[in-house]
């Protein structure tokens, strides 16, 4: 949505009046409560026309914020509350749109805000004006050419903490799209005297405080300064820190200034050591010393500071020295030196501080002047700010004060001057008879002043240049001559007799009457300061000086271009470059700032009426409201005004259709206003007196409130409708969604239940069709099953036939063939006898016995009872025979394979086949056994002498001589002994000594135990109660435990006729003296590879662990 666009003014809102042409009644009381009042609303702008009265707030005001320059931009002058944004618009824009050069002249005394105010409207101007890195850096520079300056420039006064010492004017100039391009600065008459000397409570310049403050050390000491202000005799100590001012910080922001501004390196260098140098130079003192020809003679009385001076600055120390010892003039080519007393030298060295000092002033103006000049050469538009210290009335007011109360006075010439001339030339140009207006001219003290015979400049010029001795007090006198009939010139001494008895003014003073007040000057040091002198001695060492800076301040103590010319005095310089200044401002269309301090204490909130009255009286404020109405006090264009006051007339309202002007006279006539009160110009409406205005004002505020009422009854009615009418419509829109979605519900009803009874029907035909579908499988199925049961019974009807066809063809052969029998027999019977047959019969058998033997005698196995072949049998009948024939033939060839044993051979193969039924399928070691020859006596004890003792205690045959191990009753650990098994006993001997260790009668042995496993262990159980038996079962084990079982069971067999009890079990009980151990035997264990261990486990339990 466009932004509607919102006409306001001035006039809306308003405290007090915004524009005191408006003020009724008017007069002075008037004007100063309307301030008070304004200024107690933080309304510090208030207008005269177009006039900006600015009062100091004191304080940091919301007023200057970004958004607020936004609100300003392009608004006219009276559209919103007096700011100086509204004038600094005007200006740009008359400037860059009707292309007037502008000036903007802030007057108003020290303190007043002169200073921000020009801050103020650089940095509007600044905002509004084109943009671009270029533009940017232009503008950049431009701004940061004020820090600089007023570092320089700038002072603590008792006024103002901020003072200007100089005047400043700052030309800004624009292209034709008001872009800016650069500018160009001038300075007035820098208060140089504060270099070497500060009134009570003042400071010197803010950079020789911010240098110490805010200089590194490394700086500092390359400058050969301390940081202690008390060091320095320039520097007043009693306010040497400031309030609210931060001098180590202001000294960054100056540096960083001056790099913007574009200062090189080396020169910031050169001007901080030229301000080093100045500061020094306090520091040099003097000491008298009286010469023999009676002349007075000083002397520096420490030269320290000198030579550092001189080094900071590459001047020959003895060209210094001398130049504060001696003043050389020259005069008709003759030259005469003469000698320095010490207040002369004193009055040198404060001659080259002030000159050094206000030198590199100028030289900084010019060095930012390059810096800022605008590149093309395009022409320019021009706004000039002009920011000048504003009229000053100390208690002791000198030279200073008496040049810059001038300049005012011409700065208020000019203002009257420009404004009437506005006021005429508009006037003029709206046609409307112009009338003659009374007011306070000044031209009078200016030209008291500044005129070229008669004028007080003028004659102290005449005074410094007369030759004879001159002093201030002769200047007086001459004063007092001239301008003693003077009408603003007062004088004790003057001829005229009218101050004669006025005591309060003292006789070395002379007193003006400015248009802002009296001002009493002392004149002592008009004609020095006038005269502005410096030795020639003294430039001449400068500018011998081994520092580029130092030297080209000092352009005339080359002694090449020695000019005996005196150089024009200060009075007469600042008169000239003030007539420039006035020039310059003549050319240009003037804005007005009038600054006002509204008290002493620099306080926010003070407004000091008395103080404000003196200003706005030597401002000529009231002057100038006067003459803004003398015709007419307000005047303005027919748009506006008819767009403001349309709404009083019936005609006019809402709309005029015709001309703006035509539109306010029909206005004007209805309103019934007298036609003494307004005038109609060109382009404007006048009207003579603000009490018609404010009567406009308050008809249209009450016809506002009638057609607020009316307007708030139209909105309401209208408020009221529109929501009737867009509750209709949501109605209607409610409704007819109500109606959709309850439609959709009854169609979403209707859907599902249609999808219901159809799904049913569906369900129901297809298990309707699944029924049939399952009733023609079914049938389709039975009728393969009567198929198959039909197929079935033709097959096994056919089958039958066929089986009864073969056995009716059978039958047939066999009747065939016995009818064939019967029909031979009864052809052949005649052939035969009646038992031929069995003969036949028999005969066959017995061809067929003797084949079946022949043939067996060729098919005869081998004779090896283990052949297990046999001829198959080749008929039926001798089924028997042929089993009965192969059980006599294995008999038979096993007669014959034992018939070729002899008795030993037979003996071991009883005992072989003993052992075959004792251990086959019963114990596991049995199997390797049965290849191993049974050997008994595999000991050789009668052979072996070893054993011979042990043959001599046997006597009978032994059969069985064999190692076995002794299982140890204890551990289970194995000990070897010798088995003996004679006919009659078992024994045991030591294996190496042949020693009988026990001996048991084979009546004695009740059993022999042993596992079903793959081991050597057997038990031999004795008799309960034998003498054997005291020591307990023994536990042994042998590599031929079979054949040696086999044995101790045929041995007592056949001694004792009874059968040895062999028990094969893998866990029986061994009887150890008192106690039955039981031993187990388990398989697995792999630790002694195949051999078997035996572990006692417990009291209880020996374990044989098995591979
Ligand atoms: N618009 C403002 N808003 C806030 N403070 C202000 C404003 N104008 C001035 N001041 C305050 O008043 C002080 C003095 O103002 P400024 O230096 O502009 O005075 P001046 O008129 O230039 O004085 P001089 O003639 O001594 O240079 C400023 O340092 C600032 O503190
Ligand atoms: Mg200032």
């Known amino acids: 949505m466009a932004k509607m666009e919102v006409k306001t003014s001035l006039l809306d809102d308003m405290i007090g009046v915004g524009d005191m042409v408006l003020l009724e009644p008017l007069n002075e009381d008037s004007f100063i409560n309307n301030l008070k009042k304004r200024f107690d609303h933080n309304e510090v702008y208030t207008y005269i026309g177009s006039v900006v009265i600015s009062i100091n707030p004191y304080r940091s005001l919301p007023i200057y914020t970004p958004e607020k320059v936004e609100e300003y931009r392009n608004r006219n002058f009276y559209e919103l509350s007096p700011h100086i944004f509204a004038l600094s618009d005007e200006a740009y824009r008359s400037l860059r749109d009707q292309d007037k050069d502008q000036c903007i002249l802030i007057t108003g005394e020290s303190g007043a805000g002169k200073t921000e105010a020009s801050k103020l409207v650089m940095s509007y101007v600044a905002a509004v004006c084109g943009k671009g890195a270029e533009v940017n850096q232009v503008k950049e520079q431009l701004l940061q050419s004020n820090p600089v300056l007023e570092a320089f420039g700038n002072a603590k006064t008792v006024r103002n903490d901020n003072s200007s010492r100089f005047g400043k004017y700052m030309d800004i100039e624009f292209d034709f799209k008001g872009d800016p391009l650069g500018g160009v600065i001038s300075n007035y008459l820098l208060e140089k005297s504060r270099v070497v000397k500060q009134p009570r409570g003042e400071r010197n310049f803010h950079i020789f405080y911010q240098i110490l403050s805010g200089a590194s050390e490394e700086f500092l000491c ?32 100056v540096r960083n200034a001056m790099q913007i501004v574009g200062f090189m390196d080396h020169e910031t260098q050169s001007v901080f050591e030229v301000v080093a140098a100045v500061l020094k130079l306090g520091n040099i003192e003097f000491k008298p010393e009286s010469r023999a020809n009676g002349l007075d003679e000083s002397k520096i009385k420490d030269k320290n500071e000198l030579k550092e001076i001189c080094e900071l600055t590459g001047i020959d120390q003895s060209v210094l020295e001398r130049a504060f010892s001696f003043r050389t003039v020259e005069a008709k080519q003759e030259k005469v030196s003469t000698t320095l007393n010490v207040a002369q030298a004193y009055y040198a060295r404060d001659a080259l501080a002030k000159n050094l000092y206000s030198r590199l002033f100028s030289w900084l103006v010019t060095r930012i002047n390059e810096s800022i000049k605008a590149q093309t050469k395009v022409r320019k538009k021009v706004m000039g700010v002009l920011d000048i210290y504003g009229f000053e009335i100390f208690e002791d007011n000198s030279f200073e004060q008496f040049i810059i109360n001038y300049c005012n006075e011409k700065l208020q010439q000019i203002f009257i001057e420009l404004t009437l001339k506005e006021e005429q030339e508009e006037y003029i140009r709206e046609g409307i008879e112009w009338t003659h207006i009374e007011y306070f001219n000044n031209a009078i003290i200016c030209d008291l ?74 004149v002592e040091g008009f004609v020095d300061k006038n005269n502005d002198l410096l030795y020639r001695d003294l430039s001449q060492a400068m500018w011998k000086a081994n520092h580029s800076l130092i ?12 000019n005996l010319k005196r150089p024009p005095t200060a009075g007469s310089q600042f008169k000239a470059s003030v007539a420039t200044l006035m020039k310059n401002l003549q050319t240009k269309n003037p804005n007005y700032i009038r600054c006002i301090k509204p008290n002493d204490k620099k306080a926010a909130h003070v407004f000091n009426e008395a ?49 703006a002007r035509a539109g306010v006279e029909v206005l004007f006539n209805e309103l019934g206003i007298p036609e003494e009160e307004f005038s109609f110009g060109r382009s404007k409406i006048f009207i003579r007196n603000p009490r018609t205005l404010f009567k406009l004002e308050d008809l249209r505020k009450q016809r506002l409130e009638d057609l607020a009422t009316l307007i708030g009854k139209i909105y309401r009615g209208w408020k009221c409708r529109t929501r009737f009418l867009l509750m ?22 209707i859907k599902s239940s249609a999808i219901t009874v159809q799904s049913y029907i569906r369900g129901w035909k297809a298990r309707k069709l699944l029924r049939e579908l399952k009733h023609l499988k079914r049938c389709n199925e039975a009728a393969t099953v009567i198929a198959a049961y039909w197929h079935g019974t033709q097959a096994r009807r056919e089958l039958k036939r066929l089986k009864e066809e073969a056995r009716r063809k059978h039958a047939v052969a066999v009747i065939w063939a ?39 005698k060729n098919k005869m196995p081998s004779l090896s009872p ?23 033939f294995h008999l038979w060839r096993c007669k014959k394979y034992r018939d070729q044993f002899t008795d030993q051979q037979k003996l071991i193969y009883e005992e072989k086949l003993e052992a075959s039924e004792l251990f086959k399928d019963k114990k596991a070691l049995y199997p390797a056994s049965v290849g191993q020859p049974f050997q008994g006596a595999y000991l050789e004890i009668s052979e072996n002498p070893k054993y011979k003792k042990l043959k001599d205690a046997v006597d009978e045959k032994i059969i069985i001589a064999e190692v076995v191990n002794k299982i140890n009753r204890a551990n289970g650990k194995a000990a070897s002994r010798i088995f003996l098994l004679t006919k009659n006993n078992v024994l045991l001997a030591d294996q190496k000594s042949g020693t009988i260790k026990s001996e048991v009668p084979l009546g004695d042995v009740t059993k022999v135990s042993m596992s079903s496993q793959n081991d050597g262990f057997f038990a031999v159980h004795l008799k309960e109660g034998s003498e054997a038996a005291s020591k307990g079962d023994f536990l042994l084990s042998s590599d031929h435990l079979i054949e040696m079982a086999t044995k101790l069971y045929r041995t007592t067999l056949s001694q004792t006729k009874q059968k040895l009890n062999i028990e094969i079990s893998d866990e029986f009980l061994v009887q150890f003296k008192q106690d039955k151990v039981c031993v187990k035997f388990i398989q697995g264990s792999q630790k002694n590879g195949n051999i078997p261990t035996c572990k006692r486990k417990n009291n209880r339990l020996l374990e044989v662990a098995v591979p």
Request: proline share 4%; aromatic share 14%.
């Open 728 to 749: 209709k419509k949501c109605q209607i829109i409610i409704a007819s969604w109500y109606r959709r979605y309850s439609q959709q519900q009854k169609y979403q009803k």
């Open 866 to 888: 283990i052949d297990k072949n046999w001829p198959a049998r080749p008929y039926l009948f001798l089924d028997s025979t042929h089993k009965e024939l192969k059980r006599i």
């Open 222 to 253: 390359k400058l050969k300064l301390e940081r202690d202000f008390s060091r320095y005799n320039y520097l007043g100590l009693d306010s040497a820190r400031v309030n609210g001012v931060d001098d180590a910080s202001n000294f960054r922001t």
């Open 551 to 562: 030297k080209a301040l000092f352009p005339e103590g080359n002694p090449a271009k020695i």
């Open 611 to 659: 103080l404000v009255c003196h200003q706005i009286r030597y401002l000529g404020l009231l002057e100038n409201v006067r003459v803004r109405r003398a015709g007419y006090a307000f005047r303005q264009p027919y748009e506006p005004c008819l767009e403001r006051y349309k709404m009083l007339c019936k005609q006019t309202w809402p709309h005029w259709r015709g001309p």
């Open 818 to 856: 016995y009818w064939l029998g019967l029909k031979v027999r009864r052809e052949y019977r005649k052939f035969f006898r009646a038992n031929a047959g069995r003969k036949i019969y028999e005969f066959t058998l017995q061809r067929l016995m003797q084949k079946y033997f022949l043939e067996m």
């Open 449 to 522: 002043i500044e005129n070229n015979q008669t004028g007080i400049l003028a004659m102290l010029d005449e005074e410094c240049l007369r030759p004879g001795t001159v002093t201030d007090d002769t200047f007086l006198e001459k004063l007092n001559q001239v301008c003693a009939t003077h009408q603003h010139f007062e004088s004790r001494m003057s001829k005229c007799s009218r101050f004669l008895n006025d005591t309060s003014l003292p006789h070395s003073c002379f007193r003006i009457q400015h248009y802002a007040g009296k001002v009493m000057y002392q």
